[in-house]
């Protein structure tokens, strides 16, 4: 577990005993930027890794280059012409890919309920907030959605639980202690807050430690590089999206974030998944708890 999350993690737990203004606007977008910068280069790497662990040629290459795209595209479309189903399509992808960091639980059920805790644990401590996000991403039927996951979320704590007890036992007693502490922050810190701590300390960090295993030939100056320039590459994608787009989206930095997210996350999830039929990820993730 890198030293910084336990460092970002008390930082934020005494910045809220001492009431610093975490929920205003400033912070919420200081959160924003920290989580897109700390947190979307975690899969600037998919088609590096896509070459090393297939033999396929030019053209096919292109061809896994344009699929990845299209689908980024897509579901940026999806955004744009029907955002509630982009939204539940968002949050289960997030649960789903949140999950695969629990890769020492066998139990599938566990490793969701891990994944979706991370989105339901803030439902409980800000549902306003939280619903008034997924609206400003999505429509005013957004709000329904926020309340049927702070419905489920004590039952999703719960089992949960389950696993960061089945986790401690399995010897990953560090990442057990962590993401209890970071479920705990998530119930109390403001959404935004509590989510970029999670994403940049904690998701993020163990998906490049298993990218740069991999990837160990590449100089580390190159390694930098393209994960800077392709997270640069999505957001300018994005953008112009928006720009060449007659559908006008909501102004909202953050929700737009959130948007930018979900349409990498939808091709990174399922390039990853294949890439886990080919090398042996899980035992990298080990490695690096």
Not at 164 to 181: D, H, P
Not at 244 to 268: C, E, G, K, W, Y
């Amino acid at each position: 577990m890198h030293p910084a999350y336990w460092i970002a993690a008390i930082t934020l737990l005494f910045a809220t005993v001492l009431k610093a203004p975490l929920g205003q606007p400033a912070a919420a977008a200081a959160a924003t930027i920290l989580f897109i910068g700390g947190g979307l280069p975690h899969g600037a790497y998919d088609i590096a890794l896509l070459r090393r662990v297939t033999a396929l040629n030019r053209y096919g290459l292109i061809l896994a280059i344009v699929g990845y795209v299209a689908i980024a595209v897509l579901m940026a479309m999806l955004w744009m012409g029907l955002p509630l189903i982009a939204l539940v399509l968002f949050l289960s992808v997030a649960a789903v890919h949140f999950g695969e960091d629990w890769q020492m639980l066998d139990e599938p059920l566990l490793r969701f309920a891990a994944g979706a805790a991370v989105i339901a644990a803030p439902t409980i401590g800000h549902p306003v907030d939280v619903a008034s996000m997924f609206v400003a991403m999505s429509d005013a039927r957004a709000t329904l959605i926020a309340q049927i996951i702070t419905a489920a979320a004590p039952v999703t704590l719960l089992v949960t639980a389950v696993g960061i007890t089945v986790a401690w036992r399995n010897g990953s007693q560090k990442w057990a202690a962590a993401m209890t502490l970071c479920l705990g922050l998530l119930l109390i810190l403001p959404p935004i807050a509590g989510f970029a701590l999670f994403f940049v300390f904690l998701h993020s960090p163990q998906h490049l430690a298993q990218t740069r295993t991999m990837l160990r030939d590449m100089t580390l100056a190159r390694w930098l590089g393209t994960g800077a320039s392709l997270s640069l590459a999505a957001i300018g994608g994005w953008w112009a999206l928006q720009y060449l787009s007659p559908i006008r989206m909501d102004a909202n930095m953050t929700a737009q974030a959130f948007q930018l997210l979900a349409s990498v996350a939808v091709p990174h999830l399922l390039l990853s998944r294949w890439l886990e039929t080919r090398v042996d990820r899980p035992s990298l993730f080990h490695s690096s708890i």
